[in-house]
């Protein structure tokens, strides 16, 4: 894992990346005391699936410009769950319905949700 400074700065990113494209209530997850997996998650929803291929796009885009680029992407095609792994940062862009149903907010509970302008 990388320092957390540095997974901070991963999430700033991707969240400006999600603002860019008008994502829907963002929200930031930090798990680095509750999982190995990685210091934060990120959530967001999109409207459609133009618009959430598009939150990807721009997440994948910025970070790997940045010097960190994407681990693993999962969903795109289907974009009602896009999953996109840059290791100390997770990013979850999801359609409406989707969101509720799979709920991460509560799964990760034990996790610190975060004001993104306090990273």
């Not at 700033?12 to 798990?31: C, F, H, N, Q």
């Not at 509750?34 to 959530?43: M, Q, R």
């Not at 790997?64 to 992407?73: D, E």
């Not at 769950?81 to 100390?88: A, K, T, V």
Request: glycine fraction near 6%.
């Amino acid at each position: 894992m990388a320092d957390l400074e540095q997974s901070k700065e991963m999430a700033k990113i991707a969240i400006a990346a999600l603002e860019d494209t008008k994502a829907s209530d963002i929200r930031t997850i930090d798990i680095s005391d509750v999982s190995v997996l990685a210091d934060y998650f990120i959530i967001a929803s999109g409207s459609n699936t133009r618009q959430i291929q598009a939150m990807a796009d721009n997440v994948e885009e910025k970070l790997g410009r940045a010097g960190h680029p994407a681990k693993s992407v999962e969903g795109y095609n289907e974009a009602k769950w896009i999953l996109l792994d840059f290791g100390d940062v997770i990013v979850h862009v999801f359609d409406e319905q989707n969101r509720m149903v799979y709920d991460l907010e509560r799964i990760w509970r034990d996790g610190r949700q975060i004001d993104p302008d306090a990273l």
